[in-house]
């Protein structure tokens, strides 16, 4: 985020800065799998983003934060995932975390809206490594192509309503803490659901 956007988008850098050494940890901790290494390889990776998903479905579901957050309900991936599920002949994995709920403040949960919502914009990125696997908008890498054109300007609508909402100092360090809670999730969650599936090499040439 660049100072100009910094400036325009102080909540967000918060977000952002508050949030970058687990976000960096998150990243490291996917890429180590080599999701992109084989179709084998990105089914787990799959794996790792429907458990994600399903945990925090209920977020997209709740009408208090549909108040705040425009277009809440759309913006859930899962059917999309499991269109890919389907496509890669995969099945929805077991549950990885027992008798566990999502369970958050309000504006804690908009600190997760903002890690979910953010991973977005790293799918785009993603979808043209998918491509190499011949997974595509319409086969496999549904879930990565999300919105697709539309990808960015739903980011921006996203920041624009974080910023617009009238926060106490209070409030504000709950989203805060939300974020930080759901990137350390998140990472947890990598180990969890990888160490759930069978073991894979990655091919090297």
């Given at each position: 985020?660049?100072n ?11 977000l ?7 976000h ?6 996917i890429?180590?799998q080599?999701?992109?290494?084989s ?8 794996r ?6 399903n945990?925090?479905a ?13 277009n ?7 059917e ?7 496509d ?5 994995p ?7 709920q999502?369970?958050a ?19 785009a990125?993603l979808a ?5 696997l011949?997974l ?40 805060l ?19 759930q ?6 091919d090297?040439?």
């Open positions: 985020m660049s100009l956007r910094a400036e325009h988008y102080p909540r967000m850098s918060k952002r800065i508050s949030t970058s050494a687990v960096d940890q998150l990243d490291k901790k890429m180590d080599s999701p992109f290494a179709q084998e390889h990105y089914g787990l990776f799959l790792y983003q429907y458990h994600l998903m945990y925090v209920s977020l997209y579901q709740c009408d208090q934060l549909a108040l705040m957050i425009n809440l309900k759309s913006r859930d991936r899962t999309q995932l499991l269109a890919d599920f389907q890669l002949d995969m099945t929805q077991a549950q990885v975390i027992s008798n566990t999502f369970s403040s309000m504006h804690e949960s908009l600190g997760w809206l903002y890690v979910v919502e953010g991973s977005k914009l790293g799918a990125v043209k490594e998918a491509e190499k011949g595509h908008s319409g086969f496999g890498a549904r879930f990565l192509a999300g919105s697709g054109a539309d990808r960015g300007s739903n980011w921006r609508q996203f920041m624009q309503d974080i910023e617009a909402l009238t926060l106490t100092v209070q409030q504000e360090q709950e989203m803490n939300g974020a930080q809670a759901a990137f350390k999730f998140a990472n947890q969650l990598v180990e969890l659901s990888y160490n599936a069978p073991n894979l090499t990655t090297v040439a």
